[in-house]
Structures are given as C-alpha cells and as structure tokens.
C-alpha cells in the first residue's frame, strides 16, 4: 500500500540519519571533544547522566545534615566559620549539578520528587551518624577525600555541562578535605581524650569510607558502558586502591590508625592490599536499613516544606520581571 510504503521510506531515512548521529557522537566521544546539551546523543547515554548527576545532586544536599550537626556546638569561632563555609559549598554542588541535569532536559522539581519519594539515591555514606566534633574531621579527610579521588576524573567526563561543573567542586573539595586533615590532626596531637575521640571518629568512617567507590568491578552493573562513553574513567576498584594507597601515609602523619589489620604494603604489586569490605552492611543501608536512612529523608522533606514560600517569592518576582520593567516593579 502506499501510505505503508512511504511510511517504510521515512522510517529508512530517519534511520540512515540516526546511524549518521551516532557514528559523529561515537567519533567526538573517541576523540575526546566534549559532548554539548544541544549535540545528538543516544537516549541511554542522557539516561546515564541524568541518574548519575541526579545522585550526585542529591548526596550533596543530603550531605549537608550530619555536618550541619555540629555548627551550633562547634569548639571556636574559627572552627564554626570552616564548617559553615563547607556546609554551604556543599549547597553549591547541588545547585551547579540540578543545573547541569536540567540542560538534559530533567527539571530540578522533579528531580527532588523522586529524591522524596526515595524513587532515586543518594550516596550511603551520609546514612551514618556524626556522634562526636571528630566526625567532622573524619568526614571532611575520608569522605571528602573519596570524593574528591571519585571526581577528579569525572572533570575529564564526555559531557560538557557536567565535566565544568566537576573542575569547580573538586577545587571546593580539596579544600574540605584539608580542614578535616587539619581538624583530625589538632585533636590527634592534643589530649589523650581527644586523640582518642578522633581514632574512634576514623575507627566508624573507615570502612564506609571504601564503600562509597561502589560495588566491586565484578558486580557493578553500570561501569563497562560508562566507560566506553567516558562518562567513568577508572574501575571502582582501581579508584578504591587509588584511595587506601593514598591514605596510609596519611594516617600514619596524622599519628591515627586505620582500623584494617590486613593492611599492608604489597612489595609486588606496589599498592597497599587491604582486607574484605563487608558489602551486606552496605546493601542493608542502600536498601533504606542504615542508622539515619529514614532522619535523613524526613528532615529533607521538611526543608523542602519549609522553603516553599521562598520558590514561591523567587517565582512571583521572576514573573514580574518578565511582564515589563517599571511597570512590574508598580505592580
Ligand atoms: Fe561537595
Ligand atoms: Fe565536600
């Protein structure tokens, strides 16, 4: 029939033009040229991104909670100015990658919807409590320090919005990461008290800390493709190796010990060899079981309630704007 026939011929055409987009998506990923919002790019590859800065997001504004902990009870006024400042960085990511999920085409409504409805994720790590002022320090050389080992490669990412986003935030990272160092560092040179408050901080961190890489290479389902886009760079394990080789000396400077008695130097390898994580506990809190899963999610639900009327007062004066200068601001 013709009507079916000509049907047949447009869907060729648009399948030639298709495999014509793919084969210059494929070339510019090959060739290391940085993929735009407005260039073609396959639907699972926007997939990707969209989850993956959306969890990114989210662990950075739920980051905020153990941290934001401790700002009222912080020691001095130095400390307190530090940890706010750090705090509100980590506001910032959430903002710089809600906007570079939003050139895909993904709102930031939407994204927080599926955050609340625990539709999407956010990193396990921040599911664990802050129970004393050394988790600041444990939490800003630990886990801002497997951070930052995380993104520096994600600065090299095939999408552009997110890879411009990533060199800023790993600059605020190691900034983080160094006041935690120094933190530990003071408490672990003061009191016997206080030493032992910071080798009990980094004792609890430790081992969530290597979990954060993810789930070993064998069992990661997402790393091959985002390794042939460029999206990922490096295996979670060889990242997770990158860390603890990174850490031992570190920790022995710091005067702290690493709570693994299978840690040791692999003459052979030239890399630390470090014992079994146990991946049920990191299941368990990805599942919604860890210690603060559900404190978490209340509080970022409630934050969400209590800043309506600021999105709404944002939104009205936008509107404002748009209907026309002087008379707007009459109105
Ligand atoms: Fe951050
Ligand atoms: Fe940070």
Not at 80 to 95: S, T
Request: net charge negative.
């Amino acid at each position: 029939m013709a009507t079916a026939a000509a049907h047949e011929t447009r869907t060729a055409e648009e399948d030639t033009t298709t495999g014509a987009y793919e084969h210059a998506f494929d070339a510019a990923v090959a060739a290391e040229e940085r993929i735009e919002p407005r260039d073609w790019m396959p639907d699972a590859y926007r997939a990707t991104l969209v989850r993956q800065m959306a969890q990114h997001a989210h662990s950075e504004i739920i980051g905020m909670q153990p941290e934001a902990n401790w700002i009222t009870r912080a020691p001095s006024l130095r400390r307190k100015a530090i940890l706010m400042a750090k705090v509100q960085d980590e506001a910032g990511h959430g903002l710089y990658l809600y906007s570079a999920a939003e050139t895909l085409g993904t709102g930031r409504d939407e994204l927080l919807d599926k955050l609340h409805s625990g539709r999407q994720k956010y990193s396990s790590i921040f599911n664990y409590p802050t129970l004393t002022w050394a988790d600041v320090g444990a939490i800003g050389w630990l886990v801002d320090g497997a951070a930052i080992t995380n993104q520096v490669p994600l600065c090299r990412c095939s999408y552009g919005p997110y890879a411009r986003a990533m060199v800023r935030i790993c600059k605020e990272e190691s900034f983080h990461q160094r006041q935690g160092y120094e933190l530990l560092l003071a408490l672990s040179r003061g009191t016997a008290e206080q030493h032992a408050m910071a080798q009990d901080a980094v004792d609890r961190w430790w081992w969530p800390s290597l979990m954060m890489f993810g789930p070993p290479d064998d069992e990661s389902a997402h790393s091959a493709q985002s390794m042939t886009w460029k999206i990922k760079r490096h295996s979670n394990d060889e990242l997770r190796q990158r860390f603890v080789d990174i850490c031992v000396p570190q920790a022995a400077s710091l005067g702290l010990t690493l709570p693994d008695p299978e840690l040791r130097w692999n003459e052979e390898r030239g890399r630390h060899d470090f014992g079994p994580i146990d991946w049920s506990e990191f299941r368990e809190v990805l599942k919604g079981n860890g210690p603060c899963n559900e404190q978490r999610l209340t509080q970022r639900r409630r934050a969400h309630e209590e800043g309506a009327w600021v999105r709404e007062a944002a939104a009205a004066y936008a509107a404002k704007q748009t209907t026309g200068g002087a008379e707007g601001e009459r109105a």
